[in-house]
């Protein structure tokens, strides 16, 4: 199983990106898709998540600005963006747990995706 993260680039404030992680290879289901981003200098932090059963949840920065989803027939996570600000400026990551089937049988994968740069000029 491998993720390709999508949609990174250079904005101004106040306007907005979509990110699309999507996940590859022998994928029986995705339990969980999460976005993380990491600035210089800084953690790595949880920006949002969404469930298979569609629960949500949301860095307290992001909240109201950013909106996760999922498209489970693509194994595809996206991450609208809204009313960016320079801090959001980072390395954004894909994340997804789940289980994935081999010849042996079904096994869990819990991957990073490659990440992809935003950066919001002020």
């Known amino acids: 199983v491998q993720l390709q993260a999508s949609g990174g680039g250079l904005v101004q404030a106040g306007g907005s990106l979509r990110l699309s992680c999507v996940g590859s290879?022998?994928?029986?289901?995705?339990?969980?898709m999460a976005w993380y981003r990491q600035a210089p200098g800084k953690e790595r932090e949880l920006v949002a998540g969404i469930t298979n059963t569609d629960v949500t949840k949301y860095g307290d920065s992001v909240k109201g600005r950013f909106t996760v989803s999922r498209d489970d027939a693509k194994n595809t996570a996206y991450l609208q963006m809204n009313n960016l600000k320079p801090e959001d400026t980072a390395v954004y990551y894909c994340?997804?747990?789940?289980?994935?089937?081999?010849?042996?049988?079904?096994?869990?994968?819990?991957?990073w995706g490659q990440g992809t740069q935003v950066t919001v000029s002020s």
């Open positions: 994340k997804m747990a789940g289980t994935q089937t081999t010849d042996s049988g079904y096994f869990p994968f819990d991957l």
């Open positions: 290879g022998r994928i029986f289901r995705i339990n969980v």
